[in-house]
């Protein structure tokens, strides 16, 4: 079956720029999870969605925010763009979270 | 506070040597623990998790709730071993909290 998909691989925005990142998971899976992969702060928790309700949220800006529709996929947005927000951003989907997560591959949005 | 912690940026190890990387927690209640691991170029996958009891390409991790510990080890290690490792926490509400990685380097 299809994994985890994530559009576009890469994105280059200028400062004060919003951008629009999106998430297919794996048929089936309902829970879906975003995360921020930096080099300095590694693999940090955005925010995870279960049947287009968020459930979870990590300590990110207001500036980042999602929603999950009906079938699943997620997108996850980021207002006002800001220098350190350059990250390759990954989306994870799972059944239930105590099962493991499957991650996509990424999208790397590089903000000058 | 809920917390993953791995001590170890970089691991070097000679090949054929055992490895043990290593992964303490912090967290009020029973955790669900993984490993997941990042290989060159190539999405971060499950690697494995406390609850199966699994051995994944020659890898195991016992959960020590005494030490609050969850180490992943093998016995010898291989050059293919070589990538980024993140030690992973479950909570209650479905939320993961991931280590910062340790980088494995696999010395011929």
């Known amino acids: 079956k299809a994994g985890v998909t994530q559009t576009p691989r890469y994105l280059i925005k200028t400062r004060g720029q919003q951008v629009t990142l999106s998430c297919s998971p794996i048929?089936?899976?309902?829970?879906v999870s975003w995360y921020q992969q930096t080099p300095g702060q590694g693999l940090q928790f955005l925010f995870e969605?279960?049947?287009?309700?968020?459930?979870n949220k990590g300590n990110f800006p207001g500036r980042f925010s999602g929603r999950q529709f009906s079938n699943s996929r997620s997108e996850m947005n980021v207002s006002t763009l800001e220098l350190g927000d350059s990250a390759l951003y990954l989306c994870?989907?799972?059944?239930?979270?105590?099962?493991?997560?499957?991650f996509g591959s990424g999208t790397r949005l590089t903000v000058v | 506070a809920q917390r993953v912690t791995q001590p170890e940026k970089l691991l070097s190890v000679f090949k054929g040597a055992p490895v043990e990387l290593k992964c303490n927690y912090s967290?009020?209640?029973?955790?669900?623990l993984f490993w997941y691991v990042q290989y060159s170029r190539q999405r971060l996958q499950l690697l494995l998790r406390?609850?199966s009891r699994e051995s994944i390409k020659g890898f195991t991790a016992d959960l020590n709730k005494g030490e609050t510990s969850f180490h992943l080890k093998k016995p010898f290690a291989q050059e293919e071993d070589s990538a980024m490792y993140y030690c992973?926490?479950?909570?209650?509400?479905?939320?993961?909290?991931f280590g910062k990685g340790t980088r494995l380097h696999i010395l011929p």
């Open positions: 406390h609850i």
């Open positions: 048929s089936g899976h309902r829970s």
């Open positions: 994870a989907s799972s059944l239930v979270g105590d099962q493991g997560y499957t």
């Open positions: 967290y009020s209640g029973s955790p669900e």
């Open positions: 992973a926490l479950s909570t209650r509400d479905d939320k993961i909290i």
């Open positions: 969605y279960f049947s287009e309700t968020q459930r």
